[in-house]
């Protein structure tokens, strides 16, 4: 292995042509035509060029090289298991870690390679804007300056690298010409050595990295830069990832959040009617309070009664308008401890409307203390009101005698809850029974068939399942699974969920 | 005065409101509930949701009238929809309120379940 200095600007294989006057005409039309190429290839035709100057031109850097050689032998076998760690690790990580984990091991490349600051840049969207999501500083050294944008300071530079092409230079002289913006940014704030190169996800350019060290320049050995690459590329996959799945999550609550308007559009008649209780509690309190006031107060204990009923009711009709418009809303998921009980009786009282209109009787079984469940309240209440309003349909259609639907809690299995709804209507048929949870499977007349495929996506991302089973005596109950929250005393492990609900074998 | 509402909100209110109007009113949510206690005969009228659990305040009505009571019935509902609206015309109350209404309406209606009341008694 030999090891060659790199102490002049890396530009990949336009390093050679880079004569005064010819540069900058060649620098663009050659970038130009750059983008096609793999990037593996790129990085290394840069690389080769770079050797087959270092090892005609300049004899005296590989004097000083051998001399530096040992140093860097050891410093590379030490990166190059840094780096197997970091795939290892960035394997392991989630969309939830992946970013901690990344901002972690830049700090370990940087101390790997004594440097002192390293930054990845995303780009969100091909074509969209590139910023500064990840850095790493060594103690005591500069941040970015505030506002900093690299599109901005250096927008040539940054273009250039987005096409796939790496800068690396071991002291700020040796900047060229064509990289202006780069230079004038590093003489007043940046690093004396520095390698920023592209970050690859497949063939795609989606970000960058940049590596530098601020107390004095450094050497950058071609095996060096072809691990950091490594590097930089593992960092790229992992932050494809990221952003493939953070895709996936808002389609996903755009979808249940079209499904919850639509839901709630059905049942605007009933949220109306809903509102008007308060509102008609309200005016006829109201209405006595002006009575006793027109005939001079003569029960001024009764006027106080009808006046704190009044604040009462009002208080009722803001509560429920607050849910309703919480229902319509599309904010981001945010999973708290919850009650599921007040969550199921919560959503019980907002459809009781509903039901009595329909002369269905709605039951509720929830066990005195039952354990916290870790979900967004949201998109739980949209699971339990889609899981009823499908009863109420299953009932309409079947128009049993005693029309019910039960709303049950079982107590805590195995650190799992299970919430059933349980109809006494007309059943489901065979026919659609093994797709219920499909999109566009629907038994209903009106409706997209949108409500049980958002149902089970919601309750599988929040760690639990949903099935149906039909009822001996007519009808159908859809069960779903929420693990229970952990208590940080209680240490014991929780089994996988369909060895603790036999009924669970149908997913 | 008898209020039947499954709704506690209204229940109260239509109590508060009526006593300050000078009547003694005694609470039921269910229909089942009023049938089962016997104490229709004394008094002025019912002022009867039409939604409830179980028997509606229509067929409340309907079962009334069927058995030749002399209870006039106030039906009231929060929908005003055509079927709800033909469903309380049909049950022929002795007057009907949508919800919210003011309390001149339902001054209105208790005044024409008492001359009811009265023709009966005579």
Known sequence: MTLLPVNQVLINRFTSLATPGFFRYKFWASAAGSSQETPSSQHLIGVQNLKRRATSQTALSIRNAAAKSARGGRELVRFASVVAELSAAMTQATAHTVDGEIANWLGRICEALDLDRSAIYERDVPGGPVRTSHIWLRKDFPPFPPGFDPEKVASKTTEWIMRGNSLVFSRISEIPPAFEDAKRFVERYGPKASAIMPMWAGNNVIGAASFGRFRSSREWSPQLLEHLALAVRIFGGAIERKQAEAAIRTARSELALAQRRSMMGELVASLAHELNQPLGAILSNLGGIARLLSQGNPEPSLAAKALSNAMEDTKRAGEIVRRVRAMFKGDETQKIALDIGALVSDIARLIANEASHRQIAIRIEIPRSLPRIIGDRILLQQCVLNLLLNAFESIINAAPQHPTVTIAIAPEHLGWLAISVRDNGAGIHESVAGRLFEAFVTTKSKGMGLGLLVTRSIIEEHGGKIWSTPNPEGGTTFTFTLPAERKRTRRESIKPLLNSFPAATGF | ?122
């Not at chain 2, 039921?28 to 002025?44: D, G, Q, V, Y």
């Not at chain 2, 003011?102 to 005579?122: G, T």
């Open chain 2, 1 to 122: 005065m008898i209020v039947l509402d499954d709704d506690l909100f209204i229940c109260r209110a239509l109590k508060t409101q009526l006593e300050i109007l000078g009547f003694d009113v005694v609470v039921f949510h269910t229909a089942e509930r009023l049938l089962a206690s016997k104490i229709t005969s004394p008094n002025i009228c019912v002022l009867a949701d039409v939604y409830l659990p179980g028997m509606s305040g229509v067929e409340l009505c309907r079962r009334l009238a069927a058995e030749g009571s002399s209870l006039p019935i106030i039906l009231m509902s929060g929908r005003d929809d055509d079927e709800t609206a033909r469903s309380m015309r049909d049950a022929k109350p002795i007057a009907r309120l949508f919800k919210p209404f003011e309390q001149i309406e339902l001054l209105r209606a208790v005044k024409k379940a008492i001359a009811k009341k009265s023709r009966h008694a005579q």
